[in-house]
Every structure is written in C-alpha cells, then in structure tokens.
C-alpha cells in the first residue's frame, strides 16, 4: 500500500464538476432546508440525474465506476456545503449500495444494485433497534421460514433514509439464540411489500434535511431472492457496508472542517477588534493552525483508507484475515478521529465569529449542530475506540 498517491487528472475534474454543481445548485437551498427541516427532494433528484448516486458503482451497474476514492471526493465537497446532503448519499452509497455490491447475486444486482446507482431509486440500511444499538448484535427484528422464504416481524429505529427509501438493507435475527455468530441474517426490503411501514420520524438538533425514521415489519413476506450473503451471515455484511460508511463519513467530516475553517480564517482577516484584525491576535492564530493541522492529518488518512478499500476490490470472498482486520481498524480510527476533530475544529470555527457565530441560520452555526451525531452514528466512538483496542491487544500497535 503507497503512502503517498495522487489524484488522476479525471479525479480532479470530477472535483471540479461537483464543486460547481454544488455551489450552483445545493449552497443556495439549504438554509431554507434547515430551517423547514424539510428533506431537499429537488436537489437530491438533480444529484441523481448527475449520478452522484453510484459514484463507487461500476459502470457495469449503472454507477460512475470512480471507486471509495472518487467517492471521498464527492463526499468532501458535499461535506463542505451540507451534512444532510451528505448523510442522505452515505446512507444510501455506502450502506445501502455496499451490500448489494459486495454481497449480491448478479440478479440482485441487476434488480436493486442498478437502479440505485443510476439514481432511479433510493436506499436505506437498518439495523439499529430500541434494544440494540451498539450493542448491534442484539437485534430481535425476526426473519422466520415462511414458504420457501421468510415473514419478517418487528421494528427498527432511527434510519436514515427511511421515510423516502424505495428498498431498505434490512438486518434481522433468523436464529436469535446464536446472535452475531450465524443468527443474524441481511434482506433488501422493498418498501411498498404489504405490511412494511414507516412510523415515527423523530425531531432532530441536527440533520434538519434527512429522515430518522422508525420502520414497522409486520409480518413482512420475503422470497428467498431477497436474502444478502448467507442467511446467518448478516452480521458480517452489515459490518462492512459500515467500514464504508466510516470511512465516507471521514470525507464529509474533512468537507465540513475545511469549509468551517476557511470561514473562520476569513473572518477572522476582516474583523477588526481594538484596531486590527484578530487574526493578528496569537490566540486567534493558534486556533487556525489547529484547524489546519487536524484537516492535513485527516486527509492523509481519509485518501489512504480510501484507496486501501479500492485495492481491496469488492469480493469479501478474496480477503484475507490480516487484510479485513487491517480495513476494519482503518476505518475505525477515520471515524473517531474525523468525527471528533470536525467537532473540535467546528466549535472553534464558530468562536472566532464570537457572537455573529450562535445566531440562528448561519453556516457555522448550522455546521456545529450537524457535525455532533458524527460521534454517534455508524458506531459512537466509544465502540471505535473497542475495535481498535480489540485489534491492538491481538497484533500490537
Ligand atoms: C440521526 C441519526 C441517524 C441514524 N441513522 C441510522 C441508520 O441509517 N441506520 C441504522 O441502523 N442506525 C442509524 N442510527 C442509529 C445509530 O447508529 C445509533 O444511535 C448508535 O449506533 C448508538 O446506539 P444507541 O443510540 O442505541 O446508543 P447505546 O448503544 O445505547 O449507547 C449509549 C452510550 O453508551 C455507550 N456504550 C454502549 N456500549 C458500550 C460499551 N460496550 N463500552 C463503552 N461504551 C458503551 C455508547 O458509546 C453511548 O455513549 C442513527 C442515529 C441517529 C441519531
């Protein structure tokens, strides 16, 4: 694995392209967004018809074919505009797509993977429930034999994506007794099959433009197409859309450190206190060079898990146990590093425009709010901190 890489010319101009449909077509609606706390339908569409929407897909399943790193790019540039934006395509890329990329049959991926990634319909991926959360082994949804399929019964909560998906990676207990180890198993769920609802879509601090909402299964019937992976085997697939999904959340976090910085550095060489402007304060400038700092740490490592999961490929059957260990700890450290610094570097952003920074609709003040449930979702970072600590009791630092 390189240290060092460079972006591809074709790489650079997809930047391009996404910085100027983003400024264009996203940066003037999400203040509004926020504020109505209404999901973005228009510009989520129009990021579809871009294919924004299966970026890491290969060309042959309708995506982009510009891999995790085309895809941190995306979710850089979107991450400096809006974190609902970018939860909206994580939840869908990187949780939704993952495992029907990795996992699927060929039909399956003709039949979900495809229209997903060119943008006709839209994922969600749940596995949380009101007992199972970090402890995600837990869960008690349960797939029953059914026919020469399954029924499914019970419900999820806080998934991203849930009122609007079309098809949801559904996570549930097909032998509860044997939990992560065999009894979990992974289902696309269309969303309109009878007996599948949406229930209660929680009030959030943040995120104002996504969902987080409850899914009811009652007595869902599934066909045997429907399973992911091996039935007993889900624990793992969710596992891995989720080592996607830190490691894109690590982008968006970059996104949102770099343009929270950036204002702050502005701001900072036109506000005039006691007769110049406070960057020429070393309080001032401490605060800057920390922000710089953590975002040039926090590229190197964002690019480098990126471009590791690209040399990985997507078959999960060709991994070696070093090198899936190696994914895991890499995407763990992205993510409790990029969540904490973004908080860290976003929080200072907003005290340097002292008071003009809490007032309500402002991007850093938006920023602030958005950036918190990164510590949280996708595995607080306590649970990252395990995965690392698991990994480094077994094959050292
Ligand atoms: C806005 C939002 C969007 C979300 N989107 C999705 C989604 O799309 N799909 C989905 O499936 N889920 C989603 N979630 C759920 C999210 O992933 C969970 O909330 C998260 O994993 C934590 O679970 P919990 O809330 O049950 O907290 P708990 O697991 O109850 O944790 C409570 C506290 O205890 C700590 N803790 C727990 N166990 C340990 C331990 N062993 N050691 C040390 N500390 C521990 C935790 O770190 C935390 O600080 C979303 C949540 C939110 C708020």
């Excluded at 294919?51 to 979710?75: D, H, R, T, W």
């Excluded at 060929?106 to 993977?113: A, F, G, P, S």
């Excluded at 929270?260 to 506000?271: D, I, M, N, V, W």
């Excluded at 001032?284 to 975002?295: G, S, T």
Aim: overall charge negative; hydrophobic content about 40%.
């Amino acid at each position: 694995m390189p240290i060092e890489f460079t972006f591809t010319p074709e790489q650079e101009a997809f930047r391009q392209a996404v910085r100027g449909f983003l400024d264009k077509e996203v940066a003037p609606i999400v203040a509004a967004m926020d504020e109505r706390e209404e999901f973005p339908q228009a510009t989520v569409r129009r990021m579809q018809e871009e294919g924004y929407f299966g970026v890491p897909i290969p060309e042959a399943y309708g995506g982009l074919g510009l891999g995790k790193v085309g895809y941190a790019i995306l979710l850089e540039e979107v991450g400096k505009v809006d974190a609902s934006h970018g939860t909206i395509l994580g939840a869908h890329t990187s949780l939704g797509t993952t495992p029907l990329l990795y996992y699927g049959t060929e039909e399956q991926k003709r039949r979900w993977l495809a229209p997903a990634a060119r943008g006709e319909q839209l994922l969600a991926f749940s596995l949380t429930e009101a007992g199972s959360g970090s402890d995600s082994g837990a869960v008690r949804t349960k797939a029953e034999p059914h026919g020469d399929g399954w029924k499914v019964t019970g419900s999820k909560l806080y998934v991203s994506n849930g009122k609007e998906a079309d098809a949801v990676i559904l996570i549930a207990a097909t032998d509860p007794a044997r939990g992560p180890e065999g009894g979990i198993t992974a289902f696309v769920v269309d969303t309109d099959l009878p007996g599948f609802s949406v229930g209660r879509c929680e009030k959030k601090m943040g995120l104002h433009g996504t969902s987080t909402a409850e899914l009811v299964l009652d007595g869902v019937e599934l066909g045997p197409d429907r399973v992911l992976g091996e039935v007993g085997h889900g624990f793992r697939v969710a596992m891995t859309a989720l080592d996607v999904g830190r490691v894109s959340l690590g982008a968006a976090s970059l996104g949102g450190m770099e343009a929270a910085a950036s204002a702050a550095l502005a701001f900072a060489q036109q506000r005039m206190q006691f007769g110049r402007p406070i960057a020429e304060y070393e309080a001032i400038q401490f605060k800057l060079a920390d922000m710089a700092m953590r975002i040039q740490a926090l590229r190197y490592l964002v690019y480098h898990a990126a471009a590791r999961q690209d040399d990985m490929g997507t078959d999960p059957a060709q991994w070696g146990r070093l090198a899936r260990q190696e994914k895991t700890r890499e995407a763990a450290t992205v993510k409790c590093l990029a969540s904490e610094w973004a908080s860290e570097v976003i929080d200072e952003a907003l005290q340097i425009h002292g008071g003009l920074g809490y007032l309500r609709g402002t991007p850093i003040e938006r920023a602030y709010r958005d950036a918190r449930i990164s510590e949280i979702f996708e595995g607080t970072n306590e649970i990252q901190r395990l995965v690392v600590a698991r990994d480094l009791l077994l094959r050292g630092i």
